[in-house]
């Protein structure tokens, strides 16, 4: 079991539109039509770049890059999922060390 439990929050939350949004801004894609489809089509070393540069702003430890609750495909907050040890995938035994 991971141990790690980033933030989660909901997709229309202020903080992941903002983070989208400075993301949009970064990329210079505020004008477009549709600025998922200007983020998609961009260079992914552009984008990674853009989205270094805004992470590394933020505090250290603090993860800005996290999955959000749509409703949809994650619908409430892992730490709530793994209370009720509710999960969404297949456990995995790792094979012990062999000692030689």
Known sequence: ????????VDAKSKWAQ????NLV????????????DCLASADAATLA?????????????????V??????FLKKPASQLEAKQKVNGVRLSLPSPSRS
């Open 25 to 36: 801004a970064a990329m210079n894609c505020k004008g477009a039509a549709s600025t998922y």
């Open 18 to 21: 903002a983070n989208y949004d």
């Open 67 to 72: 999955p959000v609750i749509d409703g949809k």
């Open 49 to 65: 770049t853009a989205g270094l540069n805004l992470s590394q702003a933020e505090p250290f430890g603090f993860w800005l890059w």
């Open 1 to 8: 079991m991971s141990a790690f439990l980033p933030l989660q």
